[in-house]
């Protein structure tokens, strides 16, 4: 996370329970390690600045602790379980919620309660979407796992980086897709209906997706490839990326694809360009 006079914040990437605050790997600040107690993390989730304070959520203990640039512990939050949450702009922390597999579309949580009592999450806004056809894929040993299919169409959302606004697509009939973006008190900033050229789903591409259930076990193909439906084309929109200017990356390419093909979006909602990143 970058943060103010060139100065950056981020875990060690290794036990992530080591926070790391400087300009540089040379000069950076060491703070905390594995632990429970004040400073201390059982696994940093997400790092980013409020100002000159720098604050990390930690998400086996489900808090979040703030540390001026030296490193000194200023402050310790209790947090809702689960990954993902972002301090808005407003201080409040934001997080999408999880997904269950049949839900149709997401949502955007905000923590309720303080840090001095159990806090749960309010739902802040929902993007809608259809939640999509779930199967259950044959195992090797007999054992088999329910996932919904890998082409369907649903909803996809992302985040700003500093927890300032939410987008959404939600696919709508043939070739449109709505995108609808939130800022961090839930009001409706974007709302546009955007027609997106379909991308073919070759077989290079169909087989990688059932590769990844059958994995070892071959013998388990072709029960896995009649349980799943082969669409002409892929999801119009597979992935977003948001910016805090409000630009908006959007994926058209299959998980996984050697070659990433995004439509990006400047802050008015026009088309500013195309991307193959490799």
Same mark, same amino acid.
Not at 215 to 226: F, H, I, L, N, Y
Not at 251 to 272: I, K, W
């Given at each position: 996370?970058?943060?103010?006079?060139?100065?950056?914040?981020?875990?060690?990437?290794?036990?992530?329970?080591?926070?790391?605050?400087?300009?540089?790997?040379?000069?950076?600040?060491?703070?905390?390690?594995?632990?429970?107690?004040?400073?201390?993390?059982?696994?940093?989730?997400?790092?980013?600045?409020?100002?000159?304070?720098?604050?990390?959520?930690?998400?086996?203990?489900? %808090?979040?602790?703030?540390?001026?640039?030296?490193?000194?512990?200023?402050?310790?939050?209790?947090?809702?379980?689960?990954?993902?949450?972002?301090?808005?702009?407003?201080?409040?922390?934001?997080?999408?919620?999880?997904?269950?597999?049949?839900?149709?579309?997401?949502?955007?949580?905000?923590?309720?309660?303080?840090?001095?009592?159990?806090?749960?999450?309010?739902?802040?806004?929902?993007?809608?979407?259809?939640?999509?056809?779930?199967?259950?894929?044959?195992?090797?040993?007999?054992?088999?796992?329910?996932?919904?299919?890998?082409?369907?169409?649903?909803?996809?959302?992302?985040?700003?980086?500093?927890?300032?606004?939410?987008?959404?697509?939600?696919?709508?009939?043939?070739?449109?897709?709505?995108?609808?973006?939130?800022?961090?008190?839930?009001?409706?900033?974007?709302?546009?209906?955007?027609?997106?050229?379909?991308?073919?789903?070759?077989?290079?591409?169909?087989?990688?997706?059932?590769? %990844?259930?059958? %994995?070892?076990?071959?013998?388990?193909?072709?029960?896995?490839?009649?349980?799943?439906?082969?669409?002409?084309?892929?999801?119009?929109?597979?992935?977003?990326?948001?910016?805090?200017?409000?630009?908006?990356?959007?994926?058209?390419?299959?998980?996984?694809?050697?070659?990433?093909?995004?439509?990006?979006?400047?802050?008015?909602?026009?088309?500013?360009?195309?991307?193959?990143?490799?």
């Amino acid at each position: 996370a970058a943060g103010p006079g060139g100065l950056m914040a981020w875990d060690d990437g290794v036990g992530r329970n080591t926070l790391m605050i400087g300009t540089s790997i040379d000069s950076a600040v060491t703070v905390g390690r594995s632990g429970e107690g004040p400073g201390e993390f059982g696994m940093i989730d997400r790092v980013g600045w409020s100002s000159d304070t720098v604050w990390a959520t930690d998400l086996f203990q489900a %808090r979040a602790q703030f540390f001026d640039r030296n490193g000194e512990l200023l402050d310790v939050r209790r947090l809702p379980s689960g990954a993902g949450w972002l301090r808005a702009p407003n201080g409040k922390f934001l997080a999408i919620g999880s997904r269950p597999i049949e839900a149709k579309g997401w949502s955007v949580l905000q923590v309720a309660g303080d840090s001095s009592a159990p806090v749960a999450a309010d739902t802040l806004f929902h993007f809608p979407g259809p939640g999509g056809k779930v199967v259950t894929i044959p195992m090797a040993g007999g054992g088999s796992m329910i996932t919904s299919e890998p082409f369907a169409p649903m909803a996809v959302v992302a985040a700003a980086p500093d927890g300032s606004r939410f987008c959404g697509s939600e696919p709508l009939v043939g070739d449109q897709v709505r995108i609808r973006c939130i800022d961090y008190h839930g009001a409706l900033i974007r709302d546009t209906v955007l027609a997106l050229a379909p991308v073919p789903l070759g077989d290079s591409t169909w087989n990688h997706a059932v590769s %990844r259930f059958v %994995r070892k076990d071959e013998g388990t193909r072709s029960a896995v490839e009649a349980l799943l439906t082969r669409p002409q084309s892929i999801p119009l929109v597979t992935a977003l990326g948001v910016d805090r200017d409000g630009a908006l990356w959007i994926d058209r390419s299959e998980r996984g694809a050697r070659v990433q093909h995004f439509l990006r979006l400047n802050p008015r909602g026009d088309v500013r360009d195309t991307l193959l990143l490799i």
